[in-house]
């Protein structure tokens, strides 16, 4: 069964950093784009990260770039998502996505598995 699942998510304080993990099984992952995605309260759900099949190309949201990134273990079926000086702004569910094609993407439509998210909460 195709699954990704979240981890390292909860609750810190503004300035602090958390790593988030994402556990992919049932699929010959290290073919295919992955991605972070977020969705805060009342918001749409909008792209963070995204890293090619290989992990040699990344792109990033322009509110979080030089503060996250993305990185991705092809051998343990694992995508990372580092976040440091975290801000309140910050807080959303953050889901992990697997593409449908070998280059990343910023599209939302390009990715065709979710992950059911974890939750990071920043407060100030």
């Known amino acids: 069964q195709v699954q990704l699942v979240e981890s390292g998510g909860g609750l810190v304080q503004a300035g602090g950093s958390l790593r988030l993990s994402c556990a992919a099984s049932?699929?010959?992952?290290?073919?295919?784009?992955m991605a972070w995605f977020r969705q805060a309260p009342g918001k749409e759900r909008e792209f963070v990260s995204t890293?090619?099949?290989?992990?040699?190309?990344?792109d990033y949201a322009d509110s979080v770039k030089g503060r996250f990134t993305i990185s991705r273990d092809n051998a343990k079926n694992v995508v990372y998502l580092q976040m440091n000086t975290l801000q309140p702004e910050d807080t959303a569910v953050y889901y992990c996505?697997?593409?449908?094609?070998?280059?990343?993407?910023?599209?939302?439509?390009?990715?065709?598995?979710w992950g059911q998210g974890t939750q990071v909460t920043v407060s100030s």
């Open positions: 049932g699929r010959n992952w290290n073919y295919y784009a």
């Open positions: 890293i090619d099949w290989v992990g040699s190309t990344t």
């Open positions: 996505a697997g593409g449908m094609y070998s280059s990343k993407s910023k599209r939302e439509v390009d990715y065709r598995y």
